[in-house]
């Protein structure tokens, strides 16, 4: 990784590295919430009011396959309300706001290899809608290995954040479809849930393929324990904001990149209008825990930690945070 960051200082002036020093911080943080909730739909006429808070921070990221440590650690907070409400027993519709601010921090900080000190930022985040439909009800079902199975499509508003160059979200609307599974196996208090799905944005954000998986293990009746894995893949962009920094172009001097007019340089010109940081390929894999509680009125806390353990642009980001679910009954 030094070798890296030695050929980074010789080939980029200070406005180039400022592009390449924000990758991987485009973090869709609604994954952090409970995602079995996602398949057991509320019933008719009932609503579920959620609060979520997360609490991240990250010193070092995945760039590309490479691995590198920031002299100063990020922190992000966020704040969501979701709102589910059952139209019948198998109709529901549902959406998400929020707002987050990243702290201020400046990543690098080292004699011929400064970064600009950026000032907190604050916004609304990414906003979900959506309508899902129940395939199948394993409480309402007469055979006892049958699964619950719902469906989603909904839709992806962005924020009003600064996106460039660290960002609270993929600075882009878009939809996306998703699948949800969970089953109680009714033995020891243990079931499993997961989640499949694609999402599509604006260009030049890359679409991507979404995963979850976990278990759960319930115990004296109003406890829950969960154990789960996330994760993003994909589908398209690029590793660097400035193609200089990848293996083929960074080893030779074409001399391109010194066309210029009118004094504007030609491809930086091209890069920052072609190839922005939100267009880039951003993968990550998870592994989450948390413990919850439901009283005797039916509300739901849930407490939980997360930590990027793989990515390919991507902030190694490690979370706390908690949730509480309200039921209504209208």
Do not use: C
């Not at 030094?2 to 485009?26: A, D, H």
Request: negative net charge; without cysteine; glycine residues 12%.
């Amino acid at each position: 990784m030094n070798e890296i960051l030695s050929m980074s200082s010789k080939l980029f002036n200070l406005e180039r590295l400022k592009q390449i020093q924000g990758l991987g911080i485009v973090i869709f943080l609604f994954g952090m919430e409970i995602q079995a909730q996602a398949a057991w739909n509320p019933y008719e006429n009932q609503l579920f009011v959620r609060p979520t808070f997360v609490t991240g921070s990250y010193d070092s990221a995945f760039l590309g396959n490479q691995r590198a440590n920031y002299d100063e650690t990020v922190h992000i907070n966020s704040g969501f309300l979701t709102l589910e409400y059952g139209l019948t027993d198998n109709w529901a519709v549902d959406g998400t706001v929020g707002i987050g601010r990243i702290s201020e921090h400046q990543l690098l900080n080292r004699p011929g290899l400064e970064s600009v000190r950026e000032e907190k930022k604050s916004g609304t985040m990414d906003s979900r809608f959506g309508i899902r439909y129940k395939i199948t009800d394993e409480y309402l079902s007469n055979y006892w290995w049958m699964p619950t199975l719902t469906v989603r499509f909904g839709g992806i508003h962005k924020g009003d954040y600064d996106r460039n160059p660290q960002s609270l979200g993929d600075g882009a609307s878009g939809y996306e479809m998703n699948l949800y599974w969970a089953k109680d196996f009714k033995f020891w208090g243990l079931g499993n849930f997961g989640e499949l799905g694609y999402r599509s944005r604006e260009k030049p954000v890359p679409d991507d393929i979404l995963y979850g998986w976990g278990f759960y293990k319930r115990f004296f009746k109003s406890f829950l324990m969960i154990v789960s894995g996330r994760g993003q893949i994909g589908q398209g962009g690029y590793s660097f904001a400035d193609p200089r920094g990848e293996p083929g172009f960074n080893l030779f001097d074409y001399g391109f990149d010194r066309l210029s007019l009118n004094g504007i340089n030609l491809y930086d010109y091209y890069l920052q209008e072609s190839r922005p940081p939100w267009g880039r390929r951003e993968d990550f894999h998870t592994l989450d825990a948390g413990l919850g509680f439901t009283d005797s009125s039916g509300n739901f806390y849930y407490i939980f930690a997360s930590r990027v353990v793989n990515g390919f642009n991507s902030a190694e980001l490690t979370s706390y945070g908690f949730l509480v679910n309200f039921p209504f009954y209208l």
